[in-house]
């Protein structure tokens, strides 16, 4: 099961957030894990009703609980603990209340505080759960950005990817990750690619070997993360030198991953075929179809009204 304790929570952000372990130190072996429903019920502003599990008490949070008189304020007390949240974070540099200390450390519940506001860390902190919680598989191929479109190219090995992807780069593109690329599911429609940390930077190709792109092409030419829009497979040709491809393809293809259905195209390999150019036009064709624009369906639908025109 995906998650995360604590302990790890606050080491990860400590220094982003500024956060310091007022109590609960006990409370460090807890486990943040996703919740069925709505994600961000992961982390949010204090909630009773619908209890998050990291609570933020801001400045008006504590505004709020100061109004209560003491027996109406443990009581309150009681019920945040009884929701057993994972962890407490007080924000927005206020102090913690002696009470609040005291239920954290009796309950077991991490209390960490911070100056900056609670809105920048709630924000924060839905980003970081959302990518160490989410779903992740690791896929072989080159992903590029591409005309600021998450590209993946796939196909067999020594098909050409690689040397497809120096190409790219040359013209401008950046590398995201060679050989073996990180895929997380981080929102219901987004997949995050990634460079496992040993390969970052790298590019195999054969003949020359492994290049360091961030070297030769310098800081322009790669990308730390791009969300996945398109998949490009190069296809071999059979045997005889015919590539297996519609000439008009008139359904779209699609490849599922995680569970989420991405757009893909194939490309032929044949002797004087520009690669790079004809990926750079199925990006663009594809930048257009998210737009709501299909040149097939475009050319398909004036087909049928110059039939019905001319009584066919």
Known sequence: MLQISVARLHDDNREKLGLAWLAGRRGGEAFVRPEAG???????????IHPNRIQVLGSHEAAYLASFDDGAFVQLLANLFSSRPAAIIVADGISAHPRLIDSAESSGTAVFGSAQPAAQIIEHLRRFLAR?????????GVFMDVLGLGVLITGDSGVG????????????HGLVADDVVEFSRIAATILEGRCPPLLKDFLEVRGLGVLNIRTIFGETAVRPKMNLKLIVRLQRPLQGGT?????????????????LAVRKV????AAGRNLA??????VRDC????????????FVDRQDAELK???G
Not at 132 to 140: C, D, I, N, R, Y
Not at 277 to 282: D, T
Request: aromatic share 2%; hydrophobic share 45%; no cysteine.
């Open 277 to 282: 150019v004809l990926l750079e036009a199925a």
């Open 132 to 140: 160490v919680l989410a779903e992740t598989t690791s896929l072989h």
């Open 309 to 311: 025109k001319n009584g």
């Open 38 to 48: 709505d994600g961000a019920a992961l982390v949010g502003h204090l909630n009773l």
């Open 287 to 298: 930048i257009l179809q998210l737009r709501g624009i299909y040149s097939m369906r475009e």
């Open 243 to 259: 590539p297996e491809a519609d000439r008009l393809p008139l359904h779209e293809l699609s490849e599922d991953i995680l569970g």
């Open 266 to 269: 194939v490309i032929p390999v």
């Open 161 to 172: 990817k690689s040397e497809l992807a120096l190409e790219l780069i040359s013209r401008g």
